[in-house]
T-cell receptor, first 115, second 113 residues
Framework: DADVTQTPRNRITKTGKRIMLECSQT?????MYWYRQDPGLGLRLIYY???????NKGEISDGYSVSRQAQAKFSLSLESAIPNQTALYFC??????????????FGDGTRLSIL | AQKITQTQPGMFVQEKEAVTLDCTYD???????LFWYKQPSSGEMIFLIY??????QNATEGRYSLNFQKARKSANLVISASQLGDSAMYFC??????????FGKGTRLHILP
């Protein structure tokens, strides 16, 4: 089983719909992140959470909200989806106790298309 | 504000040649870490190599090495003896003291047979 699991893997929906992307991890990491990837723009940070009670906005948080239900779960919501939120979304985790050289661990991504 | 810049949107390289992918960064923090990731066409993010801001030696991992020039704020990835399987998107990323991690826009590398 994957250490960082994103569901769904693919989603097609319509403008105005509410969408939730889910991320769960079995690594025991405190820190979790949501990114979106667009062609030519790389990965941009949407939200990040250092523990259940600590949630921070990234560089592009407008139009998104998150919920950290437990250490292992971090969900991303689009309250009213719009076409320019069509992108590949990644969840990632990290554990600072393992030292600064430890990389983030990524899920396989959710490909979201909004029509 | 912190920033990562990758100036090469795409590169074409002949198989078995060495490749250098450029990355420059901007930060005022004295402590930071630099990462390179590979993203093949299948989409997953694969960690390649890490360099800490206080590391005296350039990092190496197999065919990957990082040419770290701190004064120039440069952290270029060097791939020796390129292979067809190296064709992918490559991202440079920086971790700051608060564990916030930002990415560059990426370089798409094409290895030609």
């Amino acid at each position: 089983d994957a250490d960082v699991t994103q569901t769904p893997r693919n989603r097609i929906t319509k403008t105005g719909k509410r969408i939730m992307l889910e991320c769960s991890q079995t690594k025991g990491h405190d820190r979790m992140y949501w990114y979106r990837q667009d062609p030519g723009l790389g990965l941009r940070l949407i939200y990040y959470s250092f523990d259940v009670k600590d949630i921070n906005k990234g560089e592009i948080s407008d139009g998104y909200s998150v919920s950290r239900q437990a250490q292992a779960k971090f969900s991303l919501s689009l309250e009213s989806a719009i076409p320019n939120q069509t992108a590949l979304y990644f969840c990632a985790t990290s554990d600072p106790r393992q030292g600064s050289s430890q990389p983030q661990h990524f899920g396989d991504g959710t490909r979201l298309s909004i029509l | 504000a912190q920033k990562i810049t990758q100036t090469q949107p795409g590169m074409f390289v002949q198989e078995k040649e060495a490749v250098t992918l450029d990355c420059t960064y901007d930060t005022s923090d004295p402590s930071y870490g630099l990462f390179w990731y590979k993203q093949p066409s299948s989409g997953e993010m694969i960690f390649l190599i890490y360099q800490g801001s206080y590391d005296q030696q350039n990092a190496t991992e197999g065919r990957y090495s990082l040419n770290f020039q701190k004064a120039r704020k440069s952290a270029n990835l060097v791939i020796s003896a390129s292979q067809l399987g190296d064709s992918a998107m490559y991202f440079c990323a920086m971790r700051d003291v608060n564990d916030k991690i930002i990415f560059g826009k990426g370089t798409r590398l094409h290895i030609l047979p």
